[in-house]
């Protein structure tokens, strides 16, 4: 067996209501002065009211920054850090989707640190100290909320990673009524995004091992078999937290086991066009899939009878194909768009998108097969020219 490394974060709470016990957990950190961390969107939805309301009638001094945008650009994570310097802040704790979450993580070690935004993009450059710091997502899908990462938009509309433990929080609370709300294209999105964690984190050239995989066949299993219920019934408490779950355990696998080139296209779509991210990975990922084929094929076989069991007693050619058209079968249940073209992208762009992808090296070398910019070129104008073949 392979020498491997597993990094997930010290504590981990996973409860309906779970956000309502923040004041219990910050009680622990003897800690006055809190920042949290969210966007306009949650916090006027009343997701974080509950967690505010508790946390001011304990006594805190709590400042809020809700200005977090999709994709986080760097001057609004500046604009956070400021805020979090200024208010003497003592811990920072997030509520809300991803970007918010990768926000807070920077945040609480900037604000700590000497270190500067440009110095630590990339693998283990975060070395210093950061502030206290607690995860509450309200989506089933990035993961974000145990993971040692943080995509940032740069002023050049590149995406770039920090990738550090020092990212990883003191706590991560998982509370499933916080995604009921989540209306079905959202849902849909984030959720495909959670699988695509899974199943990169199976197939990773570099780093797969034996615990990411366990996680990722769990988190494949959870997210497979609810995806369709809950976009169809937001209310469903069960299924949400089925979901959540599997976001968490997908999470988790690729922290360790990275994913590749499915995000390394999706990157440049939703830095350049501002597309969300779930979306932007479902919208590449069935091509993509096929692409790996030729070297992906055994570990297709392996995760198909999780999406399908009629994969059972086949080929591994068969499983391997069955699993790609299951996914896509997935994304048309959930009524994902289908083609770039669907969301504004014209295909004049997408040589600049290939461009932009052949950057994500940090990514792309994780892929079971390599990728050039011809391939990223070819898999774009398929995703564009998706509608009319469908």
Not at 105 to 113: E, N, P
Not at 154 to 162: C, F, M
Not at 256 to 275: D, E, Q, T
């Amino acid at each position: 067996m392979k020498p491997f490394t597993f990094q997930a974060p010290a504590n981990i709470l996973f409860e309906p209501g779970a956000s309502r016990k923040l004041a219990e957990i910050v009680a622990g950190f003897r800690v006055k002065r809190l920042l949290l961390v969210t966007d306009k969107g949650v916090r006027n939805a009343g997701l974080t009211k509950g967690a505010e309301a508790a946390l001011t009638e304990a006594g805190y001094n709590l400042s809020v920054f809700d200005e977090v945008e999709a994709d986080p650009p760097s001057h609004v994570i500046g604009r956070a850090i400021a805020l979090c310097r200024e208010q003497n802040i003592e811990l920072v704790f997030s509520i809300g989707g991803g970007s918010a979450l990768d926000t807070a993580k920077l945040v609480a070690y900037l604000a700590r640190t000497p270190d500067k935004l440009d110095d630590i993009y990339g693998v283990g450059l975060a070395k210093g100290e950061r502030l206290p710091l607690l995860l509450v997502p309200t989506t089933a899908g990035t993961g974000s909320e145990v993971t040692p990462i943080a995509i940032v938009t740069t002023p050049t509309t590149e995406k770039k990673g920090v990738v550090s433990p020092r990212l990883l929080p003191d706590w991560a609370i998982l509370d499933p009524e916080l995604t009921l709300g989540l209306p079905a294209p959202v849902t849909a999105a984030t959720g495909i995004d959670a699988m695509v964690h899974a199943i990169e984190a199976y197939t990773s050239k570099h780093k797969k091992n034996p615990m990411s995989d366990q996680l990722a066949r769990q988190a494949l299993s959870l997210l497979s078999t609810n995806i369709r219920s809950v976009c169809t019934d937001g209310s469903l408490v069960e299924a949400r937290s089925q979901m959540l779950l599997g976001s968490m355990l997908a999470g988790m696998a690729f922290a360790n086991a990275p994913v590749a080139a499915v995000h390394a296209l999706a990157y440049p779509i939703g830095a350049i066009f501002h597309v969300p991210h779930g979306l932007s990975n479902a919208l590449v990922l069935t091509q993509v899939l096929r692409f790996n084929l030729p070297d992906a094929e055994p570990l297709y076989a392996e995760l198909a009878p999780i999406v399908d069991p009629r994969a059972e007693g086949l080929s591994t050619s068969q499983k391997a194909r069955l699993f790609v058209d299951g996914m896509a079968a997935i994304c048309n249940d959930c009524k994902v768009p289908r083609s770039l073209a669907d969301v504004g992208i014209g295909k004049g762009d997408l040589k600049k998108l290939a461009e932009d992808a052949m950057k994500q090296t940090r990514l792309l070398v994780n892929n079971p097969r390599e990728l050039q910019y011809d391939d990223a070129l070819a898999i774009y104008t398929e995703a564009f020219g998706n509608r009319a073949a469908a």
